[in-house]
């Protein structure tokens, strides 16, 4: 079936260190999006990258998808205790549909 | 200010009544979907809609209903069939273009079923 596989579920670092969540899909995707959602709150996009092998910065925030359109990461730099939050990829699958990721929650130690 | 507003913030029900939890948008949007989210877990596609109307059941739909008789609104209501409800409740919107699905979440309802 259409799934999206995300990895770490859990990740605890220390202010300062970097952290890496990592996403995979069962089919080619015509694009991949990722979602930040901070503790009590509701997902809120950050990007949609959308061609092989493509890398796309956020200020301290690396996004990169594969060349084959079945991975992705997102990799956060020197994390500080704003990025705290659980983040999700997501593939746009037949139907209109969007299938999540399960997420990867990220604490930050200071 | 354009966006999602879903109401209430926090919803308590008795077991065994059905209840309904609104979702309007004025964004313009085509698209309309409901997901699940448990504690520490993912999203889950409840019903979506893509056109007034006409709507389309998710990966989780037993137990719930939806309605979608104007574009703005999408409510969703979950019935006494559903066999854990308390959950917390996100909807969401879209335009319907193929390559730019970016989903737009309204704060979500926290339901706890006593």
């Known amino acids: 079936g259409q799934q999206v596989m995300q990895i770490p579920q859990y990740q605890h670092v220390q202010e300062g260190e970097d952290f890496t969540t990592y996403c995979n899909s069962s089919t080619t995707l015509s694009n991949i999006q990722w979602y930040k959602q901070r503790p009590g709150g509701h997902p809120v996009f950050l990007i949609q990258?959308?061609?092989?092998?493509e890398v796309k910065k956020q200020k301290r925030l690396t996004f990169q998808f594969g060349e084959a359109k079945k991975n992705s990461s997102l990799h956060i730099t020197a994390t500080q205790t704003t990025d705290v939050g659980t983040y999700f990829c997501?593939?746009?699958?037949?139907?209109?549909?969007?299938?999540f990721g399960q997420g990867t929650e990220l604490s930050v130690k200071p | 200010d354009g966006g999602i507003t879903q109401s209430p913030k926090y919803l308590f029900r008795k077991e065994g009544q059905n209840v309904t939890l609104s979702c309007e948008q004025n964004?313009?949007?085509?698209?309309m979907y409901w997901y699940r989210q448990d504690p520490g877990q993912g999203l889950r596609l409840i019903y979506y809609s893509q056109i007034v109307n006409d709507f389309q059941k998710g990966d989780i739909a037993e137990g719930y209903s939806v309605s979608r008789e104007k574009k703005e609104s999408f409510p969703l209501t979950v019935t006494s069939a559903q066999k854990n409800p308390t959950a917390f409740y996100l909807c969401a919107s879209s335009t319907v273009e193929r390559t730019t699905d970016t989903q737009y979440f309204g704060p979500g309802t926290r339901l706890t079923v006593l």
């Open positions: 997501a593939g746009p699958f037949q139907g209109g549909k969007l299938i």
């Open positions: 964004l313009n949007h085509d698209a």
């Open positions: 990258l959308v061609k092989s092998g």
